[in-house]
């Protein structure tokens, strides 16, 4: 029975959309009250999203102890402030405070549900016998954001980039997980929704690949025949993994 390596952003908590999109969406709802907020536009909105997350990567600003709710609070209103320093948007400090609740809550409440349609997958899996390690970027509170979302029973042995000081895509990460399981490459699975992050590594690697196929942050050709196989929802893995 081989051991099942999961990414956890993206793959677990967004139905394989990047996300950017899932906080964009966050945003669109935000609109509803601030209605300014209709005039966001697709690249100053991603510039506002990539320094957030620049700065999340640079700085001690994600506790160990946050969970996701927490985590999303400090992001969006990185974010909003980016929008009203650089993109040009004029909001009360009351209205910066009411969109971040907005979208955190919009994007919390989305993860979520996301979760919870996960566990049941991963539940059958763990009964048919598998066993898994969870590979990811992340930031150093990996284990709060899976307590806070019921999966941290399921993930023992964990390999979180900020902890390892190693990121995707970097090879070294996946065989970090392929370490702690204890298996040779060959025996193991990679499941992950970014090819160039998830896939194409662990399969140079020697592990068999899941590609969970879905809104990238930019569409790209791949060679496809590289994915052991390829699945566009988590629910499929019940039919590949008997």
């Not at 499941?191 to 590594?201: M, R």
Request: aromatic share 10%; charged share 25%.
């Amino acid at each position: 029975m081989p051991t099942l390596l999961f990414d956890y952003g993206g793959t677990l908590d967004s139905d394989a959309r990047h996300w950017n999109y899932v906080l964009r969406d966050g945003f669109t709802k935000a609109a509803i009250e601030h209605p300014a907020l209709a005039q966001l536009d697709t690249d100053t909105w991603r510039a506002a999203y990539v320094h957030g997350e620049r700065a999340l990567a640079q700085h001690p600003i994600i506790l160990p102890e946050d969970d996701f709710a927490t985590l999303l609070h400090k992001k969006v209103t990185l974010e909003v402030e980016h929008l009203c320093t650089e993109g040009g948007f004029q909001f009360s400090a009351e209205e910066r405070e009411s969109i971040v609740d907005i979208v955190a809550t919009y994007c919390d409440t989305q993860a979520r549900h996301t979760t919870l349609r996960a566990r049941k997958v991963l539940d059958i899996l763990v009964t048919r016998g598998y066993d898994f390690v969870l590979v990811t970027n992340f930031y150093g509170n990996i284990r709060a954001v899976l307590q806070g979302y019921g999966l941290l029973d399921l993930f023992p042995r964990i390999v979180e980039s900020a902890t390892v000081g190693v990121r995707k895509p970097d090879p070294a990460i996946w065989q970090l997980g392929i370490d702690l399981a204890q298996r040779a490459p060959q025996d193991c699975i990679a499941i992950g929704d970014a090819f160039g992050k998830d896939i194409a590594p662990a399969h140079a690697l020697g592990c068999k690949t899941i590609w969970f196929r879905g809104e990238e942050w930019t569409p790209k050709s791949v060679d496809e025949s590289i994915p052991t196989h390829i699945i566009e929802d988590l629910s499929e893995l019940l039919t590949l993994l008997p």
